[in-house]
């Protein structure tokens, strides 16, 4: 069965950080490009980060550029978040998804294929 699955959501103090990942089964990453979003409570989905298929380009929103990161772990066919320096509209259920390039060198991933069941950020003292 293919499928993303994503972990490590929770409960963070403002400021502080999380690694969130996402992991593939019954197929591999490599060829893909990959994206993050977010949707907040009563708020639409946001693209945050994505990963271009082929030439491997990067591209962040602007509200998380310099704070969050992409890795990839190919060994383990397993995409990461790094969160820091969290905010209180960081709170969010966030989503892993598998496509090909990036639109418009923006952080959202076109052709998208696959999407995760999402897992909950919430940044609160």
């Known amino acids: 069965q293919l499928q993303l699955v994503e972990s490590g959501g929770g409960l963070v103090q403002p400021g502080g950080s999380l690694r969130l990942s996402c992991a593939a089964s019954?197929?591999?990453?490599?060829?893909?490009?990959i994206g993050w979003s977010r949707q907040a409570p009563g708020k639409e989905r946001e693209a945050v980060i994505c990963?271009?298929?082929?030439?491997?380009?990067?591209y962040y929103a602007d509200s998380v550029k310099g704070r969050f990161t992409i890795s990839r772990d190919n060994a383990k066919n397993t995409v990461y978040l790094q969160m820091n320096s969290l905010k209180p509209e960081d709170t969010a259920v966030y989503y892993c998804?598998?496509?090909?390039?990036?639109?418009?060198?923006?952080?959202?991933?076109?052709?998208?294929?696959?999407w995760g069941q999402g897992t909950l950020v919430t940044v609160s003292s």
């Open positions: 990963i271009s298929s082929g030439d491997g380009s990067t």
């Open positions: 019954g197929f591999t990453l490599d060829y893909y490009g």
């Open positions: 998804a598998v496509g090909g390039a990036c639109l418009g060198n923006g952080p959202i991933l076109g052709n998208v294929e696959r």
